[in-house]
Nanobody
């Protein structure tokens, strides 16, 4: 059974920092591209950052220079370090694990339940 469990959300003041963690079990973690998405009230879910099996990272423009995604294949975890937080970063943050085996036509795609991040005074 695959489990994707986020932790680390909470309330923080503008300019503050939070570190989100995501633990994955039931899969061969090193095969998966890992990503963080977020969804603010009334908005669509958007990709925040992802990290490939080889460690290549991408970020949405609004978080570049402030957020850092990292993974630990030995511990089956992925983290999102969020610095200089802004009120517009307020959202539910979701961890995603995705694997598209070459030539299989099959996608393995798993989501966590989400963790709330609120940036406010």
């Amino acid at each position: 059974q695959v489990q994707v469990v986020e932790s680390g959300g909470g309330l923080v003041q503008p300019g503050g920092s939070l570190r989100l963690s995501c633990a994955v079990s039931g899969v061969i973690f090193r095969l998966y591209t890992m990503a963080w998405y977020r969804q603010a009230p009334g908005k669509q879910r958007e990709l925040v950052a992802d990290i490939t099996t080889g460690g290549t990272t991408t970020y949405t423009d609004s978080v570049k220079g402030r957020f850092t995604i990292s993974r630990d294949n030995a511990k089956n975890t992925v983290a999102l370090q969020m610095n200089s937080l802004k009120p517009e970063d307020t959202a539910v943050y979701y961890c995603n694990a995705k694997w598209d085996p070459v030539g299989s036509g099959t996608r393995y795609n798993y989501w966590g339940q989400g963790t709330q991040v609120t940036v406010s005074t």
